[in-house]
């Protein structure tokens, strides 16, 4: 039986069965135009850009298959790029422009290298919902940080871990997106002062509703506990701390005490009892 002789939601039925076997539907895209896009669709639902590419493979070379093929970054929802060394500023932005469906994105052990700074700006404000974004031990300062989540309205859920490498900070206010909201927020080994400046000067500090952080040895806690304080919106907060905090450091951690008579107290271990909101939302401290 001919392609032709169905139709085109019946094709993506059947073709759907083939979403785990890249080989055939390679070939499936090949036979006639029904096919094409289906299998296409989900050829290239998931990119992996990794150093298992070879040298020929630039990022500026994915880049123009991206502005080449507009039809094929269509259908990439989901790219991971990792343990890559030779990734720039201009080419992540311009990766993420031409990716007008992306929900999902990985940005693993990748070393960017800034702009200059009088190159430094924020992109033009659209409207791109994220439903995770999930960056680990990548060499880059803050400014980088903001200027790719700059490409973002909302992202449901950002995971930031800086354990590997640190981020490095620099004085960057005026490269936070303010327009950014952000539904669930995981922190680990990463700057407090960067992250609270992200925070308290976007939408995110109205719009968190699930915090965790993975504190570390040397953090501002200060600042975290100003950070803490600033969020209105959250409902569940976990603090699970990656080393001993002393005493001392503890007490200088404002944790949120909204509404006294809606909370209860929480003993903490070898500290204080500390009061938090605990309804409607939730506090938890992991040892």
Not at 180 to 195: A, C
Not at 209 to 219: N, Y
Request: charged share 20%; glycine share 4%; aromatic share 8%.
């Amino acid at each position: 039986m001919g392609a032709p002789s169905l139709s085109h939601e019946l094709w993506d039925m059947v073709l759907d069965y083939l979403v785990c076997d890249a080989r055939t539907l390679s070939t499936c895209a090949l036979v006639c135009k029904t096919w094409t896009f289906p299998s296409q669709r989900h050829l290239f639902s998931i990119v992996k850009y990794t150093d298992r590419s070879t040298a020929r493979r630039t990022p500026a070379i994915l880049v123009r298959f991206l502005l080449d093929t507009p039809g094929l970054a269509a259908h990439i929802r989901t790219l991971t790029i990792a343990q890559r060394n030779d990734m720039s500023m201009p080419i992540l932005q311009s990766i993420i422009y031409s990716l007008p469906n992306l929900r999902i994105s990985y940005l693993h052990l990748v070393t960017i290298a800034d702009s200059p700074e009088a190159e430094l700006q924020l992109p033009a404000t659209r409207t791109h919902h994220l439903k995770l974004f999930d960056w680990r031990h990548c060499a880059a300062t803050d400014c980088t940080l903001y200027l790719i989540l700059a490409h973002f309205s909302s992202i449901g859920r950002l995971v930031l871990d800086g354990r590997a490498r640190r981020l490095i900070c620099n004085n960057a206010r005026e490269l936070v997106p303010s327009h950014l909201s952000v539904e669930y927020l995981s922190l680990t080994g990463f700057p407090t002062l960067s992250i609270s400046r992200l925070v308290l000067n976007s939408r995110m500090e109205s719009t968190i509703r699930s915090f965790e952080i993975v504190t570390a040895g040397g953090d501002d806690w200060a600042e975290l506990g100003k950070l803490l304080l600033a969020i209105t919106s959250v409902r569940h907060l976990y603090i699970s701390p990656a080393m001993y905090i002393t005493d001392h450091d503890l007490r200088l951690i404002r944790f949120p005490d909204v509404n006294r008579a809606q909370s209860r107290a929480m003993p903490i271990p070898g500290h204080d009892t500390v009061h938090t909101q605990r309804n409607p939302g939730t506090y938890s401290q992991g040892y």
